[in-house]
Structure formats: structure tokens, C-alpha cells
Nanobody
Framework: QVTLVESGGGLVQAGASLRLSCVAS????????MSWFRQAPGKERAFVAA????????YYAEFVKGRFAISRDNAKNTVTLQMNSLRPEDTSEYYC????????????????????WGRGTQVTVSS
């Protein structure tokens, strides 16, 4: 069974940094594009960042470019999201998601194309 487990969330002040991690098991990690999404109360689930299976390509939502960085360590089945210069509007539950490279899809930002999800980790940014 595919399992994704996020960690690293917490309560921080505006301007601070957090590093989220997602550890995957039950899958061939190198066969999956990995992404981060977030969902705040009253808002739809939103794409944050994605990284290709090899780690050679990354994709970001406009609202995090220059502040967040996604990376992966295929030897450890782990994807990370380094978040800098956090803002109150970044407050959300952050979810890790995996998409098989063998299933055709268009783009990276639609939650419906992902095969597996973690349970989420809460990030709260106070002003």
C-alpha cells in the first residue's frame, strides 16, 4: 500500500522559514512525479510545487516563486519543500502527492491527476 507521510509543519511568525518533508513507501519512488499542495479553510486545494521523477525539473505556483524550493532525494524516498519568507497567507494544511509517470496527464496542478496523498501537515504563519 502506498503511504506518504508529511512532517515539518508548525507555528511560525511571518518572515520565518520551515522545511517540510514527505517520506514515501509502498511505491517505486523514481516512477513518480511528486508535488505539494495546500488547502486553507474556505479555499480550494491549490498547487504549490512539483518535481519530476528524476529531480531535473521543478514547477512552482506563482505565489511561491522565489520563496519556496522543492527537492527530492530518491535514495531516501523523500521530497522536501523549503519555505522561506513565510507570510500569513501561506497558512494552510500542506499535502504531499504522488503521480505515476506511466499515466498520461496534462500538467501538474490538478489534484485529480494524483494517485496518492499524504494526510497533511499544518503550517500556521502568524503576523
Amino acid at each position: 500500500q502506498v503511504t506518504l507521510v508529511e512532517s515539518g509543519g508548525g507555528l511560525v511568525q511571518a518572515g520565518a522559514s520551515l522545511r517540510l518533508s514527505c517520506v514515501a513507501s509502498g511505491l517505486t519512488f523514481t516512477d513518480y512525479t511528486m508535488s505539494w499542495f495546500r488547502q486553507a479553510p474556505g479555499k480550494e486545494r491549490a498547487f504549490v510545487a512539483a518535481i519530476s521523477n528524476s529531480g531535473k525539473s521543478t514547477y512552482y505556483a506563482e505565489f511561491v516563486k522565489g520563496r519556496f524550493a522543492i527537492s527530492r532525494d530518491n535514495a531516501k524516498n523523500t521530497v522536501t519543500l523549503q519555505m522561506n519568507s513565510l507570510r500569513p497567507e501561506d497558512t494552510s494544511e500542506y499535502y504531499c502527492a504522488a503521480k505515476s509517470i506511466f499515466v498520461s496527464s496534462n500538467g501538474y496542478d490538478d489534484p485529480e491527476i494524483y494517485d496518492a496523498w499524504g494526510r497533511g501537515t499544518q503550517v500556521t504563519v502568524s503576523s
